[in-house]
């Protein structure tokens, strides 16, 4: 197949990932779903790989969060209503 589409219009759907698998030497289709779905994406998994992780957030000791203590942060938005 050849990596460029032809003169005057662009790759389907399937041109594309055929494309992308063959240069990538392995399946896709992992990759694709995130792309084509709302299915959530395995954040660990893939922060793994560069030895990341996602922690929930901490409140430190001594800062005012206005969410935290039930107030709603002003706004020019929510001013205007």
């Known amino acids: 197949m050849s990596r460029r589409p032809k ?34 994406i395995d954040y660990d998994k893939y922060l793994g790989y560069a030895g990341l ?4 957030p901490v409140e ?8 935290a203590h039930g107030e709603q942060p002003q706004s020019a938005a929510g001013a205007g209503g």
């Open 60 to 67: 430190l000791p001594g800062c005012f969060s206005p969410a």
């Open 7 to 40: 003169a005057g219009r662009g790759w389907t759907d399937e041109e594309f990932r055929a494309v992308c698998e063959n240069v990538a030497g392995v399946s896709l289709q992992e990759l694709f779903e995130y792309a084509s779905t709302t299915k959530a």
């Open 53 to 56: 992780r996602l922690e929930e």
